[in-house]
């Protein structure tokens, strides 16, 4: 799987929105963009993925570049339950195996 | 429902002891995954179930890692001759499995064991 570059860390205020940066240059065009995020003390969740075209949820939106070599998490409005580490993954299309996770953007949402 | 479980929550070991980890999977999940995370980092796979076997254990640092899930549902990571560098926190995931055109696969993680190794 290609690596994936993220800022180490972010800090936001509650109710703004947050746009979390992840680039991955050397993406192939089997390669989903999946994103999971790590509440303190809990495992990690799943959030949203992509392959090419922008993505909504309950939870998130993922913005994907026209190249699909970068892309970003939007959380429209910060709360505080959202300070968690923020980690994008590229995943093979169908792939049952297991995520490869880098470091992450932590996220700290500011009162 | 129930998400994915783990016992114990805390374990506290010396070292040269032997230990074993429990995970208990979303019901009906077939795909079962291992993996640490040391204090600062992502989790780090160890070892993924597809049923009751072992599809790929390229993660496991050494032969004192083993893991088994002989029922296909529960599964328990075992570690040998502790060592102190083992002290992380276990973490167990599960998911559907099935492909069928999922692009996603979702994983679907639990709580984690914290293991310290005196």
């Known amino acids: 799987d290609a690596k994936t570059t993220q800022p180490n860390s972010m800090e936001s205020n509650e109710e703004e929105p947050v746009h979390l940066p992840c680039n991955h240059s050397?993406?192939?065009?089997?390669?989903?963009i999946h994103w999971y995020r790590q509440l303190p003390s809990q495992g990690p969740e799943y959030v949203i993925h992509?392959?090419?075209s922008n993505v909504n949820n309950r939870m998130a939106s993922l913005a994907i570049a026209e190249d699909r070599k970068s892309s970003t998490l939007i959380l429209h409005r910060a709360t505080l339950r959202d300070a968690a580490v923020y980690y994008c993954i590229l995943r093979y299309g169908g792939s049952q195996g297991n995520l490869i996770f880098g470091k992450g953007t932590k996220l700290s949402v500011k009162p | 429902g129930a998400g994915v479980s783990q016992t114990p929550s805390n374990k506290v070991t010396e070292k040269g002891k032997y230990v074993e980890l429990r995970c208990d999977p979303i019901?009906?999940?077939?795909?079962l995954y291992w993996y640490r995370q040391s204090l600062g980092q992502g989790p780090e796979f160890l070892i993924y179930?597809?049923?009751?076997?072992?599809?790929?254990d390229s993660g496991l640092p050494n032969d004192r890692f083993f893991a088994v899930r002989p029922e296909g549902s529960v599964s328990t990571l075992k570690i040998q001759r502790t060592e102190r560098g083992d002290s992380a926190v276990y973490l167990c995931a599960s998911s559907d499995g099935t492909s069928g055109g999922l692009s996603y696969n979702e994983q679907f993680f639990g709580p984690g064991t914290r293991l310290t190794v005196l």
């Open positions: 179930f597809q049923g009751t076997g072992a599809a790929d």
């Open positions: 992509g392959l090419t």
């Open positions: 019901s009906g999940h077939t795909a």
């Open positions: 050397t993406i192939s065009g089997t390669d989903y």
